[in-house]
């Protein structure tokens, strides 16, 4: 399986085409060293510190771990995301620290806007960030060198290796709070090791950080044993209308579902894994119909299958293996229309000899 999560609607790399052949390379991405940031950093006092809207575990993870070794520098730093922190990761040491662009006191002023796992600035839906100081810290092969220092390594299986590695640059000793919220990220974003790019490094790192304080069982708990019951319900829903026509598999919940059990946006998270999961299928599908009638779509697919292509047809976009786009309804109509375009793209890749 290559490397998903669940941020979806990221900008992707443009994909390109040559002569018929959907390109595999990677893009290459100027990226300063590690030094650059380490030294921006030092001649700085005031941080801001955000990632992404719609934070998963390693934009939590990364950023509580960067503002701990920040405070451990001496510098002042306060963390703001767009969107709330999910409900898994509030147990997190000091998640109650991090604030919402309303709780920002008035008149902050930082030296430097340090942004974890984002392409742009438009990918952390802060206003304003764009006349500051930024230092861009991003793993992502979607990464663009949009910042004033801009370091990017697209080896690194999750962001927080490289904030890891920025604290051990700054002679930070790694305290068992920010091993805790590392290891959480790590673990979440290799989606428990189990995803291409998990390498004997992303080991190497698990293991140092559980010597340094980070706990397995807990943070396993704390991730994958806390569900609320309305996940497991909506869940169960869903897999009630699971299909499958050769490598596509499908599956839905209504909006009257999400509502009779209560469920939460984040308990529709990661249902698609279940179709993905199935043996011979390439590309899954989960449709959930949302209050306002539109069908908010999530894709996921393995290998060189690259889902990007069929959410931009829709004007969605996000990882290769992990995608969304949003139709409109009703269900029926939007499940017929996106898994044509799946079947079309699964067709012109198997006369490009791609599968
Ligand atoms: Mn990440």
Request: charged residues 20%; proline residues 4%; hydrophobic residues 45%.
């Amino acid at each position: 399986m290559k490397k998903r999560t669940m941020t979806e609607q990221r900008t992707p790399a443009s994909p390109t085409e040559n002569g018929g052949r959907i390109e595999t390379q990677a893009r290459d991405i100027p990226s300063q060293p590690i030094a650059a940031v380490l030294d921006a950093i030092q001649k700085r006092h005031r941080f801001l510190l955000t990632s992404h809207c719609r934070p998963d575990g390693d934009a939590v993870g990364s950023l509580l771990a960067l503002w701990m070794t920040l405070n451990a520098m001496g510098k002042h730093a306060e963390m703001l995301l767009y969107d709330p922190v999910p409900v898994i990761y509030r147990t997190l040491p000091s998640a109650d620290q991090i604030r919402g662009v309303a709780g920002l006191a008035a008149g902050f002023e930082p030296d430097a806007v340090v942004l974890l796992e984002c392409d742009s600035v438009g990918r952390s839906r802060l206003q304003g960030l764009e006349d500051k100081f930024l230092i861009n810290i991003d793993h992502h092969t979607s990464g663009n060198p949009f910042a004033s220092v801009n370091w990017i390594d697209t080896k690194a299986s999750a962001v927080a290796e490289m904030v890891y590695r920025l604290a051990d640059a700054a002679k930070v000793a790694v305290t068992p709070a920010m091993a805790t919220c590392l290891y959480t990220a790590l673990l979440s974003d290799t989606g428990s090791f189990c995803y291409e790019g998990t390498s004997a490094s992303t080991f190497a790192l698990a293991k140092g950080l559980v010597e340094l304080g980070a706990n397995p069982a807990r943070i396993a708990e704390d991730l994958y044993f806390s569900n609320p019951l309305s996940k497991m319900q909506l869940l169960g829903v869903a897999l009630t209308t699971l299909q499958r026509d050769g490598s596509v598999a499908w599956l839905w919940v209504t909006h009257d579902d999400m509502v009779r059990l209560g469920a939460s946006d984040e308990d529709a998270l990661g249902i698609v894994n279940y179709a993905i999961g199935i043996s011979g299928v390439e590309i899954a599908v989960f449709l959930r119909e949302m209050a306002d009638q539109h069908i908010r779509v999530s894709l996921r697919s393995k290998s060189t299958v690259r889902v990007t292509h069929v959410a931009e047809q829709f004007g969605g976009g996000g990882h290769e293996n992990a995608s969304g786009c949003t139709l409109d309804g009703p269900i029926a109509t939007a499940t017929e229309r996106i898994l044509d375009a799946v079947r079309q793209h699964l067709h012109l890749l198997a006369i490009a000899g791609e599968t």
